[in-house]
């Protein structure tokens, strides 16, 4: 039995309510076209804020709010997407990322974005200052993080044959008995 997505499975109840097997493509197609305004409504009420306040903070009506959460992201403009988001509290990020650059590019940047997260991580633990346990823990998160890191990066490499195994050593002779015991001084003096 496969698990379905929560918008596949939206889309296959919306289709048998309405009785009309189409209705789950056209479902499925607006859920997708609704990512963002999703998110954006999602940090709206995990903040415990009203429609009325982010459009205060948007210098709009709430009305423009409403319509905005209630669209799709077909219908999103990218400053309502700015002042939206400074209306929550939240900084938005924006990556842009060539889908014709080699594999090794893409890993790169990948890695530069961790390296940034990390820092920024690392920014957030000296503001907290003398916090100790929020230190402490961001310094778990760490080493959490290398780990994962590098497990994964194992992983990775074994799935596309590219761990690198040193060939096995040739086993050395066992040492004779008189090279294995070390002549004490007394015996070195009598063989002189």
């Not at 009785?19 to 940090?43: F, G, Y």
């Not at 991580?121 to 929020?134: F, P, V």
Request: proline fraction near 4%.
């Amino acid at each position: 039995m496969s698990k379905k997505s929560k918008s596949s499975e939206a889309a296959s109840l919306a289709a048998l309510l309405a009785d009309d097997p189409a209705v789950e493509a056209k479902v499925e197609r607006e859920i997708q076209l609704s990512t963002v305004v999703s998110h954006l409504l999602s940090l709206r009420v995990g903040k415990g804020l009203t429609q009325e306040q982010v459009a205060q903070s948007m210098e709009c009506d709430a009305s423009k709010v409403s319509r905005l959460e209630a669209g799709n992201d077909e219908g999103l403009k990218w400053m309502d997407i700015v002042r939206y988001s400074d209306a929550v509290g939240v900084d938005l990020r924006l990556t842009f990322e060539g889908r014709d650059l080699p594999a090794a590019d893409r890993i790169k940047h990948c890695v530069f974005e961790i390296d940034a997260g990390l820092k920024h991580l690392a920014e957030l633990a000296k503001t907290l200052g003398s916090n100790d346990d929020i230190t402490q823990k961001i310094h778990s998160f760490y080493a959490e993080v290398l780990f994962n890191f590098l497990v994964r990066y194992k992983d990775s490499c074994d799935s596309i044959g590219l761990t690198i195994r040193p060939p096995h050593a040739t086993p050395k002779a066992a040492p004779s008995a008189a090279q294995a015991e070390p002549k004490s001084k007394k015996e070195d003096l009598q063989t002189a």
